[in-house]
């Protein structure tokens, strides 16, 4: 499966069927964790795979994962220090590992606002400093939603998504860029319209201008002051990265991540990162 394929594919799972993971995947998903350690900041991101059963029975009950988690045996969860942009760092690092998780048939779900970090972070051995943004279940999705997690799925707004005219612009933030015009980069843009975000608000905004992508955040007021530290859009942001940057590399498109702020017209979004092509 390509990383497009599995951008494609992959869908919040809240409901697991109750199979332990063979050997085979475990080994995949610990690949996984090695290897998607670095953000494109820099920050150094650890992964580890928790057993359900060695958590607290706080950390799986309502409120503790949604409320809404049914059947998970494993959990993907992290730390990183808590330095400028790491939120970032962790969203891209995190998502890779997803995406390779859908990529081995699994099912998976980010829980980055409202689980109890208890558990895992005693897991996790937290250092000093480090903190644990988002974790998520990984296993086999079950066959059929529970009716809590097809109205979850409902009030959150998970299988819409924001039209493209809402998202990406040009040389400002008034004039929509169409498919048409972003031509072979129609594609990496369809790839992060369609990533997973908390509460499904897509946060992210991107700019085109003179072959550089820039990328603002819409901030939603209140989210920074509900889950501090963890800068719950921050990590947003950072899976919109993983998912141009892969989906472009992946069809031919050359470009790397900078940050240096264009003065563009831009009104009350927050600039980010860039990212320019180089073909």
């Not at 730390?79 to 081995?104: Q, S």
């Not at 979850?152 to 819409?160: P, T, V, Y």
């Not at 493209?164 to 790839?191: H, N, Q």
Request: proline residues 6%.
């Amino acid at each position: 499966m390509t990383f497009i394929q599995a951008i494609e594919r992959r869908i919040s799972c809240r409901t697991y069927r109750q199979l332990p993971l063979e050997p085979e995947m475990i080994e995949g998903l610990a690949q996984a964790l090695l290897s998607n350690t670095k953000g494109p900041f820099g920050s150094r991101v650890r992964f580890a795979l928790i057993r359900s059963d060695r958590l607290g029975r706080t950390e799986l009950r309502p409120p503790g994962t949604y409320g809404v988690i049914k059947g998970a045996r494993q959990f993907i969860a992290g730390a990183v220090l808590d330095n400028p942009r790491a939120m970032e760092d962790y969203g891209y690092c995190m998502e890779k590992t997803i995406l390779a998780a859908t990529a081995m048939g699994l099912g998976t779900c980010w829980l980055g606002g409202t689980f109890h970090r208890t558990g895992f972070a005693g897991r996790m051995n937290l250092a000093e400093g480090e903190l644990l943004p988002a974790v998520s279940p990984v296993g086999y999705a079950s066959d059929q939603r529970s009716l809590r997690e097809r109205v979850f799925r409902f009030g959150a707004g998970s299988d819409r998504r924001k039209p493209w005219e809402d998202l990406f612009y040009e040389r400002g933030i008034v004039t929509p860029l169409t498919k048409d015009s972003a031509g072979r980069y129609a594609t990496p843009l369809e790839c992060v319209r369609i990533a997973p975000s908390a509460a499904n608000k897509q946060p992210w905004r991107i700019i085109r201008d003179r072959g550089a992508y820039h990328l603002y955040l819409k901030r939603t007021p209140g989210y920074d002051r509900i889950f501090a530290p963890i800068r719950i859009q921050n990590i947003d942001m950072g899976i919109a990265m993983c998912h141009f940057e892969l989906s472009a590399r992946e069809t031919g498109l050359d470009g790397g991540w900078t940050v240096e702020a264009p003065g563009i017209p831009s009104g009350d979004l927050e600039y980010r990162v860039s990212w320019i092509a180089t073909s």
